[in-house]
T-cell receptor, first 114, second 111 residues
């Protein structure tokens, strides 16, 4: 199993450009999330999904869109990039049930907006 | 908003010593997890402790949970250079969307 994969690894955008960060998992997990990680701030939840066709906002959703048409894929779209969106973005997935929501993380996408 | 806050922010120890890091949180939780993040990589799950558990072990890791003080500690015994990483606690206060991560402790183990 590849686990959770993310592309690209690095990206530089100009202010106002749009792009999509890709995330895929091959573990048949129902739950998926997007986080951003900024120095000294831990991970903050952007959007999450509890199943195909179901998405919802997290703590910091402004400027981002998501969709979940399949169990495997959960892309994150930046609508009009701003310097404040410079960050490292992580996608994570988790199985329903069990003892808790143990999350499996992708390797991250480092985004710089100039 | 961050539910968990780790302490200390950074820790430097010699190989073979024990490392202890703490996590404090604000509201009641269902469980608490600890994750490790190596530089430039994603987080990796280490251990989960439920709210009705007080202590849990996994290899060289020992986690304690004190719900009355709303705090947890992660002890890494006989540390190795490969343990150099950032460590995060994550609290589940009810539902997948309510898992929140702390700001992390950066551990350096000097060979």
């Amino acid at each position: 199993n590849a686990g959770v994969t993310q592309t690209p690894k690095f990206q530089v955008l100009k202010t106002g450009q749009s792009m999509t960060l890709q995330c895929a998992q091959d573990m048949n997990h129902e739950y998926m999330s997007w986080y951003r990680q900024d120095p000294g701030m831990g991970l903050r939840l952007i959007h999450y999904s509890v199943g195909a066709g179901i998405t919802d906002q997290g703590e910091v959703p402004n400027g981002y869109n998501v969709s979940r048409s399949t169990t495997e894929d959960f892309p994150l779209r930046l609508l009009s990039a701003a310097p404040s969106q410079t960050s490292v973005y992580f996608c994570a997935s988790s199985a329903r049930g069990g003892q808790g929501y143990e999350q499996y993380f992708g390797p991250g996408t480092r985004l710089t907006v100039t | 908003s961050q539910q968990g806050e780790e302490d200390p922010q950074a820790l430097s120890i010699q190989e073979g010593e024990n490392a202890t890091m703490n996590c404090s949180y604000k509201t009641s939780i269902n469980n608490l997890q600890w994750y490790r993040q190596n530089s430039g990589r994603g987080l990796v799950h280490l251990i989960l402790i439920r709210s009705n558990e007080r202590e849990k072990h996994s290899g060289r890791l020992r986690v304690t949970l004190d719900t009355s003080k709303k705090s947890s500690s992660l002890l890494i015994t006989a540390s190795r250079a490969a343990d150099t990483a950032s460590y995060f606690c994550a609290t589940d206060s009810g539902g997948y969307q309510k898992v929140t991560f702390g700001t992390g402790t950066k551990l350096q183990v000097i060979p």
